[in-house]
């Protein structure tokens, strides 16, 4: 089987690398492979869907905003895609304050303590024991960003792949993938290419078959870095573990903080909070050290999360989890921003999206296309054009990872 490109991976940026593949050439023959059994079935369903367009690199920013308004375009064409505008509030610390306003504050309105009580929220907690144990400090006001609020991932992935089925997009799932290369320059000894010899990757191969394909984008996530070691074309990639959690919000003080209309918050601690309207909070929390593999820990909760949400919120005190999962943040730690690169002949890699690949996925993806299509500039929505290099060279650290 031949195809002009095969994307490995059909979670968001995969989804989205085909689709504007299939948009810019029509009639391309592009295959999408997957080990799992069917679209976003890896981290792209474990994100809690938020959005924002602050960021301390430019690239992100960019990346952010053009994708964000494509998918603000969807939706006023009818298509829903969950997107609402609810900003987000950063609550400061005195010693988080200056960074926060120099990241965030220029398109904040600065909340004041006494705003922020007014929300429910707790502001002075360190005569807390909890807070002291957990080393929270109080809070000196709250920076509530404007062009930032949810999104739902899965309506997102749905429109590409139903995109994709009408373009003609050839779908493999539960279908593992490795890499089919050949030596640059073959000596003719069975069994090349061996590990000393430069490769070129000429297809892959995946449920029990050769595929061949003029590009392969390895669109694979947290699993990219793995791929590219074995491959002996290392990027600095590591998956970073993440805990989420969803607390049903039905009835009680819980409801009643829903019910003000309360914002996606990032508080101090490295708890995100996202409220949903229909009756939830979703929780995401960050190890600084991973655990074993296996379910979340229930000490990450009792003794991680809740006490750092309760301290700040009162309304969380003594509440549990009504479900939690684990994904990983897809790294790039020399600077927080996707990379996406051309590593070998036949081979372009869209990763390293940093726990932030749902808002920036349609600009990532048309990057990625351009790139496996040979052509120097990507048009990012809004027409602005980027060298397709743009997201292989250094670039500054991003310094705003929630
Ligand atoms: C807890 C959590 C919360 C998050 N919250 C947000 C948020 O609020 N907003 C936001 O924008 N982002 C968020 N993110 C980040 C976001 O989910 C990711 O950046 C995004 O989903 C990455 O998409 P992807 O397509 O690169 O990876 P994935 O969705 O993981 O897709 C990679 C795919 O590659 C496949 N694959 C891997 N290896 C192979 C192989 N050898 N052969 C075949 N298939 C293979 C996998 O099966 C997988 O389906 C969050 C992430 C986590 C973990």
């Given at each position: 089987m031949s195809y002009d490109a095969i994307v490995v991976g059909a979670g968001v940026i995969g989804l989205s690398t085909a689709y504007h593949l299939l948009r810019s050439s029509p009639g391309l023959r592009v295959a999408v492979v997957d080990a799992l059994g069917g679209p976003g079935m890896g981290d792209t369903s474990k994100s809690l869907g938020g959005f924002r367009t602050a960021f301390t690199s430019e690239l992100n920013r960019l990346l952010a905003s053009t994708s964000v308004r494509f998918y603000e375009e969807?939706?006023?064409?009818?298509?829903?895609?969950?997107?609402?505008?609810?900003?987000?509030?950063?609550?400061?610390?005195?010693?988080?304050?200056?960074?926060?306003?120099?990241?965030?504050?220029?398109?904040?309105?600065?909340?004041?303590?006494?705003?922020?009580?007014e929300m429910g929220i707790r502001t002075r907690v360190s005569g807390l024991e909890d807070a002291r144990g957990l080393g929270l400090g109080d809070i000196v006001g709250g920076f509530l960003y404007g062009d930032a609020g949810v999104l739902d991932p899965s309506s997102i992935l749905e429109y590409y792949a139903e995109e994709l089925e009408g373009a003609g997009c050839e779908f493999?799932?539960?279908?593992?993938?490795?890499?089919?290369?050949?030596?640059?320059?073959?000596?003719?000894?069975p069994g090349e290419p061996f590990p000393w010899q430069e490769v070129r990757v000429r297809g892959v191969i995946a449920g029990g078959r050769e595929m061949r394909a003029g590009s392969v984008v390895l669109a694979t996530g947290a699993w990219t870095g793995e791929i590219l070691d074995s491959l002996g074309a290392p990027l600095p990639l590591r998956p970073l573990r993440r805990m989420a959690y969803s607390i049903p919000a039905a009835s009680g003080n819980l409801r009643r903080l829903l019910d003000s209309g309360i914002p996606p918050l990032v508080i101090p601690g490295g708890v995100f909070l996202r409220p949903d309207p229909a009756g939830a909070f979703y929780v995401e929390f960050g190890l600084r050290r991973p655990y074993g593999p296996g379910d979340p820990e229930p000490a990450a909760w009792e003794l991680g999360a809740l006490p750092v949400l309760s301290s700040y919120l009162s309304a969380f005190e003594g509440v549990s989890p009504g479900d939690s999962w684990v994904g990983r943040y897809d790294m790039n730690i020399v600077s927080a921003t996707p990379i996406v690169e051309r590593v070998a002949d036949g081979l372009v890699v869209a990763a390293g999206t940093s726990g932030s690949g749902v808002m920036k996925a349609d600009a990532v993806g048309r990057v990625a296309s351009a790139l496996a299509l040979g052509l120097d500039r990507a048009e990012l929505h809004g027409g602005l054009r980027l060298p397709s290099d743009a997201l292989s060279a250094p670039r500054g650290e991003e310094r705003l990872v929630i």
């Open positions: 969807l939706q006023a064409r009818g298509r829903d895609v969950g997107l609402r505008r609810y900003g987000y509030l950063f609550l400061a610390t005195e010693g988080s304050y200056d960074a926060l306003r120099s990241y965030v504050g220029a398109g904040s309105r600065f909340l004041d303590e006494r705003e922020l009580s493999l799932y539960n279908a593992e993938a490795r890499l089919l290369t050949e030596p640059v320059n073959p000596v003719g000894i």
